[in-house]
């Protein structure tokens, strides 16, 4: 979010908005870019690949589980229309 106030001429208010603006901007590139964490480049990747086989494994698991038939769509409607 960016924030500026200005006072004055609409020109001064122009200026401190687009100062401020560049100063947020600034600020949040370098909290971004020092970070703490200086994980070596090997282990972050190896840190991805665990999570996007974690998420293809979920997403696998829950296409067996969600991939229904419309007749096994309203019997799951009924059971929980009947379990309430």
Known sequence: MIIGF??????????MLILTSAVSY???RWIRNSRWDR???EQRREQLRRYYYE????????????DL???EIEQKIDDELRRR
């Not at 200005?6 to 200026?15: E, R, V």
């Not at 998420?55 to 969600?66: G, K, S, V």
């Open 55 to 66: 998420q293809r494994e979920l997403a696998r698991r829950m296409a067996r589980e969600f």
């Open 39 to 41: 994980t070596p480049p």
């Open 26 to 28: 600034g600020l949040f």
């Open 69 to 71: 038939s419309d007749e």
């Open 6 to 15: 200005g006072f004055g001429s609409p020109l001064t208010a122009l200026l």
